[in-house]
């Protein structure tokens, strides 16, 4: 049964205050400093008890056709404790963590996105992590629209991705995945996320890292953050690293010629496919 607060405080009648004692029914009483007064008026009922501009220490609350009256302290910390609850996602799922608008379910080995966690969480969550699981596809992404940070680290996501409009989405992770064409990628996200400002691709084909692959260096590197720059220009940070006055200014005039294979592997290529041709 839902509970309603009341609004307006109201005093107990005098007898319940210590005041002057009430006479048989009907009877008039002796108020203080006053003439006799009727009972009637002195305490008309629970309806109509006199309200009192000083705080008397009571609120009254309603529970149906009830009412109760509890001291000032529980009240307040009542209405606290309902302004700060946490938000609590309606259906109990193993994984599932909501803090306030983020939503966590990381490491579940799901290959698709759950149906219930858009429908239950989808239309408060602006925070999602879904790290650590099986990923193929962003089906049911479409039920988050207010997203502003997307965590999808350590999937199967590849060339095949696809993101719904995210017109909030500012900052969006894709560390580890199986993403290997990286123009499709940027002007895909060029489209459907504007707000866009933080992206990270570390770990995949698709960025050049000499960590993760011996044949490129910090050369094949600074031509993709260019070529990045050039399709995003309004990123300010790619693969957890600022981007500069500089490497802004060089893909504003560059950055349409910038490819992740250098010059000089190109030219091998070209040479391997010459011979291959003569013989």
């Known amino acids: 049964m839902p509970f309603r607060l009341s609004a307006q405080r109201w005093a107990p009648p005098v007898a319940e205050r ?3 004692g ?3 029914q009907g009877s ?4 203080p400093g006053q003439g006799l007064v009727p009972r009637e008026k002195l305490n008309p009922g629970p309806d109509t008890r006199p309200r009192l501009g000083l705080p008397p220490g009571q609120l009254t609350i309603y529970c149906g056709t009830a009412r109760r009256a509890v001291p000032l302290a529980a009240a307040a910390l009542r209405v606290l404790c309902l302004r700060s609850a946490p938000r609590v996602c309606p259906v109990a799922m193993a994984g599932l963590v909501v803090s306030g608008t983020q939503v966590s379910y990381i490491g579940q080995d799901c290959r698709e996105i759950p149906e219930h966690l858009g429908r239950d969480c989808g239309h408060f969550a602006k925070r999602l992590d879904l790290s650590f699981n099986l990923l193929r596809s962003l089906e049911g992404l479409s039920a988050f629209g207010s997203l502003e940070e997307l965590i999808l680290d350590n999937n199967l996501l590849g060339n ?4 719904p409009g995210l017109p909030r989405l500012h900052t969006l992770t894709l560390n580890k995945n ?5 123009e499709s990628l940027l002007d895909h996200l060029a489209e459907v996320t504007p707000a866009l400002e933080y992206l990270s691709l570390l770990g995949n084909v698709a960025c050049p890292n000499e960590l993760i692959s011996l044949e490129k260096d910090e050369e094949d590197y600074k031509r993709y953050r260019c070529f990045v720059l050039h399709k995003l220009p309004n990123l300010k940070f790619l693969d957890a690293r600022k981007v500069t006055r500089k490497e802004r200014e060089e893909a ?5 010629f910038m490819k992740v294979v250098k010059p000089k592997v190109l030219c091998t290529q070209i040479c391997e496919s010459f011979q291959n041709t003569a013989m």
């Not at 504003?252 to 349409?256: A, F, K």
């Open 18 to 20: 210590g005041g002057a």
């Open 22 to 24: 009430l006479g048989e």
């Open 28 to 31: 008039p009483v002796r108020g």
């Open 160 to 163: 095949d991705l696809v993101l």
């Open 178 to 182: 199986q993403i290997s064409d990286l």
């Open 252 to 256: 504003l005039v560059r950055g349409s």
